[in-house]
């Protein structure tokens, strides 16, 4: 295979070692080809496309931003969830993950009556802590990481349920509206941003879009991202060139907990209460935008970038279809097929590259 | 066991040890996979400039022997000496924080990143912060390859893409690069052509020249005799016989390999027959040749 990009991992062409002339040059749709984001974009853009052709009100400034919305608060979950993904793993806990995050911090605030950001804070060391137990099972149990998160997706699942049934008599929260701190907490989470006049955006997705920058960063630049995609591809060639792996996976966990705490905080500044039986679910769609992205279920082989434009595109077709006016019942038909042709695209595209060289 | 080893090359340098120690000695080391034995009282010494030549059939124990060695297992029996310190190694990490550097017989490598990737993987250069330096990486890989004679088309490959004989040479390189005392390599050859082959002996020889001790893991007499300065034969999990280059010739070394392990099969054979006989009279033999361990 000629390309140069075939593990996501492709640099911008530095000075130095210059092509071979046995490396015949690459057209940039060759080079193109090789990125792991190229199925998800061509997507994107088919999808935005249909959806300005027969939806009407698609293309407003103000649906545009409702998407955008859409895409941020599964966008954040995914940034994570692709990094774990990436180095080999699956979290099938970090739907209810993201409403264990938000109780813990609307509970605690509420029932010692704390300023809300002490909750934020008691949040954010439980939830990572929750990362970790999923991580340190992993590595001692050395159990598929599938099985062993699909334990603490139900064990958290009942807790959500059956810890804010047991102090609030209901299934919700109490509103946290009326606390110190929930403006201050509420503007850093859960604001409007006025890009212009007639477009506001919500902060989650400059959040997000700061996430996903990060998160490509650490991929490509750093020491770390070698990391994950190593114990990704081959954890035992990994370990053997001196690469902690047991850390290397912790911490994935620990990066997928993060963005759950995050996106917690984003439901109990949005909306003050919390429902505990929500997020259920939802960590098939961060895989799904991960997977449409471009990520190998396998492991070493992803992007960023890729999940990002997956969270996109299923902003795009979740509220796509209610602006075309169709029933929303459509939307998990919808979106099922999309991965299927994703993962369909995307293997299609990297056998051509590899039988091309 | 020998005594004729003449340290060519690499006059020590001050604060290294003599000659007289070797850098790694295993002592009458055991291994148990559960209850199967893989490995029982094996010694082997490998001394700076000098290349060790560890052979023997399928599942004789020489990936046993060298995963010990590179920190992949414990020994359960025997000692482990590097530079006469006893020692027994709990990751590859701290046999690489020794200096011991192993090219695996998978080759550690992640064949889906880049070439350059897979070169640094685990000894990364930063520049700060945790950012790499890449392009000095992309660099360096790309040089110490041309080094080696091998002129790769593009640093970004994934290595996966690569020829067998040109992932060696890049799992070679990289322990070489990164300050390796000594190169433990399992089977570099097995899997080459004729040519490749070549190509990584030569290497072989070239870090012997630069000091380092090499231990080379083949069943191949024909690999090991011209670059090797002693030799062990394992089978099954035993050594039958360590010998210096000056005490035993090619055609010994190869009859040691095959002969041994054919004469004695056929005499077992033989013997559950009935014909004990004649294997009585193979089995002299083998003692002659000194191939049974008894
Ligand atoms: N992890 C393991 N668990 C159980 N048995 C093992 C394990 N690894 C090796 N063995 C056994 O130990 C014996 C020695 O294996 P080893 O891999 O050291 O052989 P080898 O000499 O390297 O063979 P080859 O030439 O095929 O590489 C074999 O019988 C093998 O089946
Ligand atoms: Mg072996």
Known sequence: MTSSAASGLAEPPVAGPGPDERLARQSLLRRLLGRPELGALLGA?????????????????????????AAS???????????????????????VMVTSAALI??????????????????????????????????VRTKLPSFIITLATFFMLAGLNL???KA???????????????????????????????????????????LFVAIATWILLRTRVGNWIFAVGGSAASARAVGVPVARVKIGLFMGVAFCAWFSGMHLVFAFATVQSGEGVGNEFLYIICAVIGGCLLTGGYGSAIGAAIGAFIFGMTNKGIVYAEWNPDWFRFFLGAMLLIATVVNLIVRRRVERSS | MTDTADTTGAAPEPGQPEPAMPLIRLTGVGKNYGNIIALRDVSLEASAGEVTCV????GAGKSTLIKIVAGLHRHDTGTFEVQGEKVAFGSPREALDRGIATVYQDLAIVPLMPVWRNFFLGSEKRKGFGLMDIEFMRKTAHGEMAAMGIDLRDVDQPIGTLS?????????????????????????????????????????????ERGLAVIFITHNPHHAYPVGDRFLILNRGQ???????????????????????????????????????TAKQLTKEAKHLGLTDD
């Not at chain 1, 088919?46 to 400034?61: N, Q, T």
């Not at chain 2, 990289?174 to 070549?198: H, W």
Request: aromatic share 10%; glycine share 10%; proline share 0%.
């Open chain 1, 162 to 164: 059956g810890v804010t």
């Open chain 1, 167 to 209: 102090l609030t008599g209901n299934v919700a929260s109490d509103s946290v509206r009326d606390m110190d701190g929930f403006d201050s907490a509420r503007w850093i989470f859960a604001s409007d941003i006025d890009v212009l006049d007639a477009l506001k955006i919500k902060i989650t997705v400059l959040w997000w879009l």
């Open chain 2, 239 to 277: 050594s039958i016989g360590y010998h210096a280059k000056a005490e035993i010739t090619r055609d010994e070394l190869t009859a040691l390999m095959a002969g041994g392990r054919e004469l004695e099969e056929l005499a077992h054979e033989l013997d559950t027959a009935g014909s004990s006989a």
């Open chain 1, 73 to 95: 608060t599964y966008g954040i979950m995914a940034v994570g969830v692709s990094l774990l993904m990436i180095g080999g793993e699956f979290d099938l806990s970090a739907g």
């Open chain 2, 164 to 208: 067998g004989g040109e992932r060696q040479c890049v799992a070679i390189a990289r322990a070489v690069y990164f300050g390796a005392k000594a190169l433990v390599l399992d089977e570099p050859t097995a899997a080459l052509g004729v040519k490749q082959a070549g190509v990584v002996l030569r290497y072989i020889v070239q870090a012997r």
């Open chain 1, 45 to 69: 853009v088919a999808l935005f496309a249909f959806f300005s052709i027969v939806a009407d009100a698609f293309l407003e400034a103000g649906s545009f931003s409702t998407v955008l919305y």
């Open chain 2, 55 to 58: 052979l023997g059939d399928n």
């Open chain 1, 105 to 138: 911090a609307a509970l605690t605030a509420y029932q010692f009556t704390l300023n809300v950001w002490a909750g934020v804070v008691i949040s954010l060391a439980l939830t990572l802590a929750l990362g970790m137990v999923n991580g340190l099972l992993y």
